[in-house]
């Protein structure tokens, strides 16, 4: 079978070396960083965010030195202007200032037409509106396969998704919730589970949103797993952001796991497994809410169980652990451990919570 290549795109938020408030200044580090980076670094829809891609790989190694290398110019190019990269959900303090939209044809039009969600009453940018995730294409796919694929796919991101928890503040504020990002980023239209449909009624079904006024173009399919516009790949983007770059790695490879997995199933035209919609939207719900250290749905017969004793069959459904052209997964020497970061209780989100006893704002990690 041949092995599908995986690919990170990785969203920060820029934040004063001083106040740690975000700021305004992604034009200034995306013109620097773009001289080494090229199109690998991108804008947002804030200038107080900055986003990396890496290259399509099939090797985990390759994946993690991409990544820690375009976090370090990035994180280089800040510095010259006087910000940090911060890789959180949400950011841990309000802007001192107003949020600004990138300027840009397509994300003015969004401004314009999805005003309630960007600004408030009196035209001032929304603060809570700046939310920072991690997306993992696989592929190759050709868009059907990529559909069929997602669907598939569809009651185990939940699981995935409270594997990848990292936004627990917001606002100077403790949220109680593992991704405060997920509850934001819900606002906006078709956020949310992949539908069960072909491709021929894809199509239809994103044309009609668009004839509507409901998207602005078919790139605002904000689905949990959706075929890529720009590149023959399956996108998960159930992740927040996260400072740590083997969790980052392991996370990519355990889509990529899951997705070979389950591919079968969309060779041999079997059906996508029957999940009713308030159950899978209560699943991610519960991820969103309780991350790793709580309760969460079982992908196979829905019932309630621990997080944590769902993860071992995330890289299976029946299938041994994954290998690689570099072998199997194991933790690199020198660097954190994933596996274990994510076997302890809370994970990124405990560190961050640990961080912030005894000050008066939590403590956010830096990339790289």
Not at 111 to 127: E, I, K, S, W
Not at 176 to 184: K, L, N, P
Request: hydrophobic content about 40%; overall charge positive.
């Amino acid at each position: 079978m041949k092995i599908l290549t995986m690919g990170v795109e990785e969203e920060f938020v820029l934040v004063d070396r001083v106040t740690r408030a975000p700021v305004n200044r992604a034009p200034e580090v995306i013109r620097r960083a773009g001289r080494e980076l090229g199109e690998q670094v991108q804008t947002e829809f804030f200038n107080a965010q900055v986003e990396i891609c890496t290259r399509a790989t099939a090797n985990r190694r390759d994946l993690g030195d991409e990544l820690a290398w375009l976090r370090a110019v990035v994180g280089a190019a800040a510095r010259e202007v006087r910000c940090l990269t911060v890789a959180c959900g949400t950011p841990v303090l309000p802007p001192e200032e107003p949020l600004t939209v990138t300027d840009s044809d397509r994300y003015r039009l969004m401004a314009r037409r999805f005003a309630p969600l960007v600004t408030r009453a009196d035209g001032v940018t929304r603060d809570d509106g700046l939310v920072c995730g991690c997306h993992v294409h696989v592929g190759t796919l050709d868009r059907g396969r990529a559909l069929a694929l997602a669907q598939q796919m569809r009651p185990w991101l939940p699981v995935l998704q409270a594997l990848a928890g990292n936004s627990p503040f917001a606002q100077r504020r403790d949220t109680g919730y593992q991704s405060w990002r997920a509850v934001e980023h819900a606002r906006w239209p078709t956020v949310g589970p992949t539908p069960v449909l072909d491709e021929a009624q894809y199509l239809a079904h994103v044309a009609r949103l668009v004839g509507e006024g409901t998207l602005l173009d078919s790139r605002m399919v904000y689905w949990h797993a959706r075929p890529s516009e720009h590149v023959p790949t399956l996108e998960i983007r159930v992740a927040d952001a996260n400072a740590d770059l083997d969790t980052v790695v392991l996370f990519a490879i355990l889509v990529r796991g899951l997705a070979a997995t389950l591919l079968t199933r969309v060779d041999a035209g079997l059906p996508p497994p029957r999940i009713p919609g308030p159950s899978l939207l209560r699943a991610h719900r519960l991820a969103a809410a309780q991350g790793i250290t709580g309760l969460g749905l079982d992908p196979v017969d829905g019932r309630e169980r621990p997080a944590a004793e769902l993860r071992p069959g995330v890289t299976a459904p029946g299938r041994p652990p994954e290998r690689g052209p570099s072998g199997p997964v194991r933790v690199r020497p020198g660097r954190s451990a994933p596996a274990g970061a994510a076997r302890a209780p809370g994970g990124s989100v405990r560190r961050g919570r640990s961080g912030s006893r005894g000050r008066g704002t939590p403590r956010c990690v830096r990339p790289g």
